[in-house]
Every structure is written in C-alpha cells, then in structure tokens.
C-alpha cells in the first residue's frame, strides 16, 4: 500500500544546471527592462526639454534635420 505508483509522473529534481540557465535568462530580462525604462527616462527629458522651449515662445526648438547631401 505505501508503495509509490510506479506509472505515475516522477517527481521532478532541479540540477544546478538549470538554475543557471533560468538566472540567466531571468537577468537577460532584467537588463532589458533596465535599458527600457533608462530609453524611455531619456525620451520623456527630450520630450519636455522641446514642451518647455515651445511654452516659452521660441523658435526652432526642434533639433536640426541632418539632409543629406545629393
């Protein structure tokens, strides 16, 4: 009766191999959402640095447009 069921699913064993592998990808997100969220930190501080030019009245905030040449 305390026998294990012998066509049951075995209990699964977590090798230190495979938590190197999940800490890995886990920090390959992390850095992900770390450069995410510094892009977006970056774009807002242009965003508003262009807002607050434009509420003051001035001109070619804007940065300049590169044309290249023909």
Same mark, same amino acid.
């Given at each position: 009766?305390?026998?294990?069921?012998?066509?049951?699913?075995?209990?699964?064993?977590?090798?230190?191999? #495979?938590?190197?592998? %999940?800490?890995?990808?886990?920090l =390959?997100?992390? @850095?992900a959402? +770390?450069?995410?969220?510094?892009?977006?930190?970056?774009?807002?501080?242009?965003?508003r640095?262009? #807002?607050?030019?434009? %509420?003051?009245?001035?001109?070619? =905030?804007?940065? @300049?447009?590169? +044309?290249?040449?023909?």
């Amino acid at each position: 009766m305390d026998e294990p069921n012998a066509t049951g699913p075995e209990k699964y064993i977590e090798t230190p191999r #495979d938590r190197r592998v %999940a800490n890995i990808i886990l920090l =390959c997100i992390l @850095a992900a959402v +770390v450069g995410g969220g510094i892009w977006l930190a970056n774009a807002m501080l242009d965003q508003r640095m262009l #807002d607050d030019c434009l %509420a003051q009245g001035r001109r070619n =905030c804007a940065p @300049a447009i590169d +044309v290249p040449a023909r």
